[in-house]
């Protein structure tokens, strides 16, 4: 069993940056996959990035070229540099564990709202 708890949600305008973190439980937390996804009111969840255990990653379109997923095995963290933030980016935020091809483990999610 893994457990994630986020942090760093906020309430900024846009054009700013927030910084996600997500902290980890277990010992194989180097081994993992790791993603943030995020769900806006009314809409399904979606990827916004992911990297792997070798710090390979891959990003939405939407988050290309503003996003940042990074991670620090040493604190069981993994993070998410938000910049250039727009109104269309509000959602809540969840990090998750990716052990198969889906997640397998969520964090509670932490809310991120952009105003304009």
């Known amino acids: 069993q893994v457990q994630l708890v986020e942090s760093g949600g906020g309430l900024v305008q846009a054009g700013e940056s927030l910084r996600l973190s997500c902290a980890a439980s277990g010992r194989s937390f180097s081994t993992y996959k790791l993603g943030w996804y995020r769900q806006a009111p009314g809409k399904q969840r979606e990827v916004v990035a992911t990297i792997s255990n070798t710090g390979r990653t891959n990003y939405a379109d939407s988050a290309k070229g503003r996003f940042t997923i990074s991670r620090d095995n040493a604190k069981n963290t993994v993070y998410l540099q938000m910049n250039s933030l727009k109104p269309e980016d509000t959602a809540v935020y969840y990090c998750?564990?990716?052990?198969?091809?889906?997640?397998?483990?969520w964090g509670q999610g932490t809310q991120v709202t952009v105003s304009s």
């Open positions: 998750a564990v990716i052990l198969t091809m889906s997640p397998n483990y």
